[in-house]
C-alpha cells in the first residue's frame, strides 16, 4: 500500500479520521467516525432495539467498508445484547482498513477490534465472539456496482439493514445511480424489513431511491448535516417520510433527475419521471403533506 494514499487527519472536534488523498475525500468529516456512525447507523437503524429478542441471525450490509468505522461502532454498539450478527461488508480495496490498523491508537475506535480486523483482511471473514455477540463478518472485494448484478449477489444473505456509505456522487457517480439501487431494491427480501441510511440529503438521491422502489425519509442531523435520508422497503421503518410539499420541491429543482449511468451531472426532472414519482405508493399511504 502506497505511503501517500491515505493520511490522518485531525477533526474539529479534535477527533481524528481518515483522509483519501486519490479521491480528496476524508471518511465521517466533521463530527468523526464514531460520532457520525452513531447517529447515522446505530441510533437511526435503531439497530439495538431491532437486535434486541431478535430470533436468527440478523443481516447487515455495509456498502463502503473504508476504515470499518461503521462497523466497529455498530459492533460496541449491540456488543452486550446475546445474538447473531452477519456483517458483509463491500469494497473495491482494503487499503483504508489495512491503513487504519497501522495508526489504531490515532483513530481509537479501532482498538479492541484489531485481531478480528486483521483476520477479515487476511481470509475474507471471520468469526468471533464480543461481548455477549457472536459476529460472521465477510469481506467482498470487487466493484459493487458490478457485484450486485452478478448472480453471486443472488445468494448473498439478504439485510434487515444497509449502512451505505459510498464516497459521493460527484466523485463516484457509479455508486448513485438509478440502476444500480434499482438492482438493491430487487435483492431484498419482501419479507424482511429493511432500512437504508446514507449520509446525503440531495433531491436527486432521493428522487433515485424513491424510484427504484424505496419509501424515503428525512434522516438524522449528524452534527455535520442537518438533514440525512432513510430509505426502507416498508414505511413502518421511516419516521419522517416525505410528503407533498417536498414533491412540489422536487418539480422545481435544477437537480433532480436520477443518473442512468455513472456520469455525474444535474438535470431537472423529466416528465416521464415526474410521472412515475407522482404515483409512488409513499404519496398516498403516508399521509404527510
Not at 82 to 96: A, N, Q, V, W
Request: hydrophobic share 40%.
Amino acid at each position: 500500500m502506497p505511503d501517500s494514499a491515505y493520511r490522518i487527519v485531525k477533526l474539529a472536534n479534535g477527533s481524528h479520521s481518515v483522509h483519501s488523498l486519490a479521491h480528496h475525500e476524508t471518511f465521517h468529516p466533521v463530527v468523526g467516525p464514531m460520532v457520525e456512525a452513531e447517529s447515522l447507523y446505530l441510533r437511526q437503524l435503531r439497530l439495538a432495539e431491532r437486535f434486541q429478542g431478535h430470533q436468527g441471525e440478523f443481516v447487515v450490509w455495509d456498502v463502503g467498508l473504508g476504515a470499518a468505522a461503521n462497523v466497529i461502532t455498530v459492533l460496541r454498539g449491540l456488543r452486550e445484547i446475546p445474538g447473531h450478527l452477519r456483517i458483509l461488508s463491500f469494497d473495491h480495496t482494503p487499503e483504508p482498513l489495512a491503513f487504519a490498523l497501522e495508526h489504531a491508537a490515532e483513530l481509537g475506535y479501532v482498538e479492541g477490534y484489531e485481531d478480528p480486523a486483521r483476520e477479515l483482511l487476511r481470509s475474507r471473514k471471520v468469526h468471533f465472539n464480543t461481548g455477549a455477540l457472536t459476529v460472521d463478518w465477510e469481506l467482498h472485494l470487487a466493484d459493487f456496482p458490478s457485484l450486485i448484478h452478478s448472480p453471486e449477489a443472488t445468494v448473498f444473505a439478504k439485510p434487515h439493514a444497509i449502512m451505505f456509505d459510498a464516497f459521493s456522487p460527484a466523485k463516484n457517480p457509479a455508486m448513485w445511480t438509478l440502476p444500480l439501487f434499482t438492482q438493491l431494491y430487487s435483492l431484498l427480501s419482501p419479507d424482511r424489513d429493511c432500512a437504508l441510511p446514507t449520509y446525503s440529503r440531495s433531491t436527486i438521491l432521493r428522487v433515485t431511491l424513491m424510484l427504484a422502489g424505496f419509501y424515503v425519509g428525512v434522516g438524522h442531523a449528524t452534527g455535520e448535516k442537518e438533514e440525512t435520508t432513510i430509505a426502507a422497503n416498508t414505511l413502518s421503518l421511516i419516521q419522517e417520510p416525505l410528503g407533498l410539499r417536498w414533491l412540489e420541491r422536487v418539480k422545481r429543482s435544477g437537480s433532480a433527475e436520477p443518473l442512468s449511468e455513472p456520469v455525474y451531472r444535474q438535470a431537472p426532472l423529466s416528465a416521464p419521471a415526474l410521472d412515475a414519482l407522482q404515483k409512488h405508493p409513499q404519496f398516498k399511504a403516508s399521509g404527510h403533506s
